[in-house]
């Protein structure tokens, strides 16, 4: 599990490559990613709130693109940001629930740094390899 930011992907968004050996490994790389998009350090983003999510879709990609648009949409509505992720996902039904842990949005505890607004759908890949999986994702910010 793990990811890394993309450079010369695009010049007014942000892209990373998130990996891992299961579909659940991937999401929660993905859920990393975007969430250290918008702050520096996600040891400063404490568990104090717990919420479910609970998806379905009809592809991989369209459960991963909802599963993170998901979190801009409670972090947007909810002022919620979230570092810790327990995802269970079934492959054969396409559904995903996910148990995850974080808190409100504090700019004096937490360095804040870009606005992730949305999950694009440009040059957006998930994609099943000899080691397990992996996604390419760009956020419009």
Known sequence: M???????ISLADVAFEASGKTLEELFESAALATTNV?????????PKIKKKIKLHA???ENLL????????????AKQLIFSKYKIKIN????E???DISGEKLNPKTQTHMVDVKA?????????KTE?????????DI
């Not at 793990?2 to 010369?8: A, I, N, P, V």
């Not at 492959?91 to 396409?94: D, I, P, T, Y």
């Not at 080691?131 to 956020?139: D, E, Q, T, Y």
Request: positive net charge; proline residues 0%; glycine residues 2%.
């Open 119 to 127: 999950v694009t759908w440009h040059q957006y890949e998930v994609r």
């Open 96 to 98: 995903l629930t996910a």
């Open 58 to 60: 009809s592809t991989v």
């Open 2 to 8: 793990s990811y890394k930011f993309l450079e010369d």
């Open 91 to 94: 492959e054969k039904k396409l």
């Open 131 to 139: 080691k397990g999986w992996i996604a390419r994702v760009i956020l």
């Open 65 to 76: 693109h909802d599963f993170l648009q998901e979190l801009v949409f409670l972090k947007d």
């Open 38 to 46: 918008m702050i520096k350090d996600l040891k400063t983003i404490k």
